[in-house]
């Protein structure tokens, strides 16, 4: 029988653990947390986005994305406008003050992944890093 750390899925299972507490102690002070900052990362790099979208596109419950992006309303980081092509949808759009959240965590974001990454040297960080978009972007969302 094969030990708990010969399982790849338990070992990636405990790196999200470690990743996620890591990440949302250095949101603590914002008041955000790690999945709040997954949203506010995907919609920095898009014009806006549907729930539906944003659910699907970040693996999240649809009734989790409502409550995330009212908290992120409440902070000023994001917005609900109306949709271009459907006036009965909502867009959720990134707004300055979440642009410059995000800008003045980049550093701080920056030193939580190496403080995770640390035992790898750079060419060990830049190969995992390849392998897991192979994964994530192999697989339907």
């Given at each position: 029988m094969r030990?708990?750390?010969?399982?790849?899925?338990?070992?990636?299972y405990r790196l999200g653990l470690r990743s996620g507490q890591l990440f949302n102690t250095f949101l603590q002070?914002?008041?955000?947390?790690?999945?709040h900052y997954a949203v506010l990362r995907f919609l920095v790099t898009?014009?806006?986005?549907?729930?539906?979208e944003l659910s699907a596109r970040l693996g999240y419950d649809p009734s989790a994305i409502v409550g995330l992006?009212?908290?992120l309303e409440k902070l000023g980081f994001?917005?609900?406008r109306p949709s271009p092509d459907d006036r009965r949808s909502r867009i959720v759009v990134?707004?300055?003050?979440?642009?410059?959240?995000?800008?003045?965590?980049?550093?701080?974001?920056l030193r939580v992944t190496n403080d995770l990454l640390d035992p790898l040297d750079p060419a060990e960080r830049e190969n995992?890093?390849?392998?897991?978009?192979?994964i994530v972007e192999d697989?339907?969302?």
């Open positions: 030990g708990l750390h010969a399982d790849t899925g338990y070992l990636l002070e914002s008041g955000l947390r790690l999945r898009s014009d806006g986005a549907l729930q539906r992006v009212d908290d994001a917005e609900r990134l707004t300055a003050e979440g642009r410059t959240f995000l800008r003045d965590t980049d550093e701080a974001g995992l890093h390849g392998l897991l978009l192979r697989r339907p969302s």
